[in-house]
């Protein structure tokens, strides 16, 4: 081969503040193959493919494309030269036609009025071609499945002029059979020439489809292969970087013997027939892929979804219920740090003041119905003060405050009202290594005073050193639970790959 | 250990002490108040008569109505809501007064106490409607609007009642202080308003509803019940209303008030007030009412054509508006 290859990176990297989501990535991709590439969550998968369409900006290295260089602004000037990027949440327009979802940029038009016609003649056509012969031009594409809103997502890149095509998670939502369908288009596209980089979680897929696999680990790259010299065991081995594993600080349970929570069966839209038990002073991890399952297990716990089977049972709560409403479990002793701080766990435009005691008004700050404001300043205070909150004064607005500051906020409001059992989803998201330490030594005490702890993360070091047993979701379901003395990197990642390596 | 390191450059730099009550004050109703400032300034210059005791007596006892339907849709705006009856409202709860006392000879307490309870039982529903089932309040409202107004044609066969004195007394200003019942009532009702917006957990749990009704959720409150509450006290502050503006008339109009929800809503927004929910005050409200009260008397005493009147009063909301747009974009920055 003397052409040069369809797209070379080199040195790519992606800080976002200080953190290195993306560091040296130096690798290539031809046309005519699909390259698959693979890593762990935050391996920066994501972020690299964002980076090659222009949806982000790179912190530093270059890219060349055909051998030119190139060096993206933003998504026009990478689709100018050829590349489609189909990413994991969709970006139809719901009410629109599926027609005019295909051709959303370039309606065929004559002086500013749609041709119909011409446009659904169009549709027909791709759509036919991508053997979606049972899509109707003219339906919505809201009233669709979301499997075929995927085929569809995908066609919209297709008909475009395309050399380079990007899937992240393309299957996430397709059924096994549409699945296969969109393998057969995807083989044919490269036989055609197309280059395609492939990002999934299921191995299986990947060792099936691909012609090449690169992975990444941490945002670095590892290494580029051969599918057919590889096995998916060694593909694990490869992201979880078993070797390459830090020292671990010196860590000492709290666990007592006494349970503090008994989850039984729970089974809530995606999530399967969950069970397990959380002890007094223990900190119990859960991990898994995104997609796994993880959130939606706390949901259902907490209430926040109502789940449609299962049972809960707390020390205050001995026969087993489900919570309808969050107030329901807060009442029982729960409390839980939501993923989305900004979506659902901080009231962004109020005072630090007001986030804090907002809990736990009744009947902690009021009396008769009366707030009691001096008492809210002074945890409020003496909250900051403690979570060593770096804010100006506590009548600020959480919103101007850093991404670690606010999730300090975040947990501080249940810490006033206090609980028994408190749930942590992704407590440290984009935060950065200083206030990470203070959030764990936060739940370490917890811990030290009989609190049982379920912390939900995609990032396994955390989970490592934090917690005293990890438990494994995959696909729903949680397929096994791990003991601090008998864990290790590896096996965590085989069980979290389990339920997508056939 | 390691945390000190990481934190004792910031450790220091925090302040706890909230920033002084008095400028807070000045920051937040400094504006408002320099506007109104402004146009009393102006109306003094341009004409004699505005800056005496007798016109500024005039004004105050005008604004009873509008100012107890703008606590009311203060309340709504901040949980996020829209309340579009309160014209329609306080026009049925004057209707249901008027004709009560006049066909019926009932007492003015007792006909108020049913003007009260069917205003408060249709902002009920509007709430239990629009927060219940998660439909817009814009659209519940809208169809309250249309329903009181015809329940009020229904009640009073479309003619207007005449009252009398019976009812006057309520809007006449006492002779020892010339200020009206009604304003006194007004008045009051904006301090308790505020007192309970600022001081109350109802009132806490309004502002965070409007801020964000899912974090509220997920903080283990169940919020509907307080959004109704709302809805229901804006549809008592029109039965107020109702009493208000029927004593100052003598008579119960069915046609009254058509159009008052939008003043209303300029003032709350004058004030400051978000539409988005999350952020009001009902202190800056009423001062809205007071810039809207100002300037009709004052363009009418100069002499201003009811036309021209509109254009100015529709550009003051405006203009308000953007400056208050513009002076949180500065907050922001800074």
């Not at chain 1, 912190?59 to 030269?81: A, C, H, I, L, W």
């Not at chain 1, 369908?181 to 055609?192: A, K, P, S, V």
């Not at chain 1, 709560?317 to 900004?342: C, I, N, Y």
């Not at chain 1, 606010?406 to 290594?433: C, M, S, Y």
Request: aromatic share 6%; with cysteine.
């Amino acid at each position: 081969m003397t052409a040069p290859p369809l797209l070379q990176t080199k040195s790519l990297t992606k800080r976002y503040g200080s953190v290195n989501v993306l560091s040296d990535v130096t690798m290539h991709a031809r046309d005519g193959e699909i390259h698959a590439l693979v890593g762990a969550n935050g391996a920066g998968k994501s972020t690299l493919c964002k980076i090659i369409s222009g949806l982000v900006p790179a912190s530093g290295g270059t890219m060349k494309f055909d051998g030119n260089d190139y060096r993206p602004e933003n998504k026009q000037s990478s689709e100018s030269v050829g590349i489609q990027i189909v990413q994991q949440e969709l970006n139809l327009i719901g009410t629109l036609s599926v027609a005019e979802n295909l051709f959303l940029t370039r309606l065929p038009n004559r002086g500013g009025v749609l041709r119909g016609r011409d446009l659904h003649h169009q549709a027909r056509a791709v759509l036919d071609r991508f053997g979606l012969t049972a899509i109707e031009t003219h339906t919505a594409v809201e009233s669709l499945g979301v499997g075929h809103q995927q085929m569809v997502e995908i066609a919209t890149a297709l008909a475009r002029d395309c050399r380079l095509l990007i899937l992240d998670e393309p299957t996430a939502a397709l059924t096994g059979r549409e699945s296969q369908q969109l393998f057969e288009h995807l083989r044919r596209l490269r036989d055609e020439g197309v280059g395609i980089i492939y990002i999934s979680h299921r191995l299986d897929e990947v060792a099936s489809l691909s012609d090449r696999i690169t992975i990444l680990r941490d945002g670095r790259f590892v290494e580029t292969r051969d599918t057919a010299s590889m096995t998916t065991d060694e593909m694990i081995a490869l992201m979880s970087g078993e070797e390459a594993a830090g020292q671990i600080a010196e860590h000492q349970t709290y666990r007592r013997d006494e349970i503090a929570m008994r989850v039984r069966q729970i089974t809530s839209g995606f999530v399967n027939d969950v069970s397990f038990d959380v002890r007094r002073g223990e900190r119990f991890g859960i991990t898994g892929l995104i997609g796994s399952g993880r959130t939606e297990l706390l949901r259902a716990i907490f209430g926040a979804d109502v789940a449609t089977a299962g049972e809960v049972e707390l020390t205050d709560v001995k026969d087993g219920q489900l919570f309808s409403h969050p107030a329901d479990a807060v009442a029982a002793g729960l409390a839980m740090v939501t993923e989305d701080r900004k979506q659902n766990g901080l009231l962004l435009s109020q005072s630090i003041i007001t986030n804090t005691t907002l809990c736990s008004l009744r009947p902690q700050f009021s009396r008769g119905g009366l707030l009691r404001i001096g008492d809210e300043e002074r945890i409020a205070s003496s909250m900051v003060t403690n979570l060593e909150t770096h804010c100006e004064h506590i009548d600020q607005s959480v919103g101007t405050l850093s991404g670690g500051n606010q999730q300090k906020i975040a947990i501080a409001k249940w810490l006033v009202h206090d609980a028994e059992v408190f749930l942590f989803d992704e407590p440290t998201r984009g935060i950065d290594v200083a206030a990470r330490r203070r959030i764990y030594r936060l739940i370490e005490s917890l811990a030290k005073n009989d609190k049982a702890c379920v912390i939900v993360s995609s990032d396994l070091e955390e989970l490592l050193e934090t917690c005293d047993a990890i438990a494994v979701m995959c696909d729903g379901k949680m397929v096994e639970t791990f003991q601090r003395d008998k864990w290790s990197r590896e096996k965590i990642m085989q069980a979290s790959f389990s339920g997508y390596v056939s | 250990m390691e945390s000190r390191k990481d934190h004792a450059g910031f450790v220091l730099r925090v302040r706890f002490v909230k920033q002084s009550k008095w400028l807070q004050i000045g920051i937040q109703y400094g504006g408002l108040i320099a506007v109104l400032a402004l146009l009393i300034a102006v109306f003094s210059a341009c004409s004699k008569n505005f800056l005496q005791p007798a016109t500024l007596l005039t004004i105050a006892n005008q604004i009873p109505d509008l100012t107890f339907l703008a606590v009311g849709m203060t309340l709504v705006l901040i949980v996020g809501g829209i309340d579009l009856s309160v014209g329609s409202l306080l026009a049925l709860s004057s209707a249901i007064l008027g004709v009560l006392m006049a066909n019926y000879g009932w007492p003015i307490w007792a006909a108020f106490g049913i003007a009260m309870l069917v205003a408060g039982l249709c902002g009920t529903i509007n709430g239990a409607i629009s927060v219940g089932w998660g439909i817009p309040s814009f659209i519940v409202t809208l169809g309250m609007l249309e329903i009181a107004r015809g329940a009020t044609k229904v009640v009073t066969s479309s003619q207007s009642v005449y009252i009398g004195s019976q009812v006057e007394w309520f809007g006449q200003p006492i002779a020892s202080l010339r200020l009206s019942p009604a304003f006194l009532i007004a008045v009051l009702a904006v301090i308790v308003g505020q007192f309970v917006l600022t001081r109350t957990v109802f009132g806490r749990y309004c502002v965070a509803i409007g801020t964000n009704k899912e974090a509220v959720r997920m903080s283990g409150i169940r919020a509907t019940p307080y959004a109704i509450a709302v809805f229901a006290i804006s549809g008592l502050m029109c039965g107020m209303a109702g009493l208000a503006q029927t004593s100052r008339l003598s008579t119960a109009d069915p046609n009254g008030a058509v159009g008052i929800e939008l003043a209303a809503i300029a003032a709350c927004v004058i004030g400051g007030t978000s539409l988005m929910g999350g952020r009001g005050s009902v202190v800056s409200s009423f001062i809205g009412v007071l810039i809207i009260q100002v300037l009709q008397t004052g363009l009418a005493q100069i002499g201003v054509s009811d036309a021209n009147k509109q254009i100015i009063t529709g550009s003051v909301i405006v203009l308000a508006v953007l400056l208050d747009a513009l002076r949180n974009r500065l907050s922001h920055r800074s």
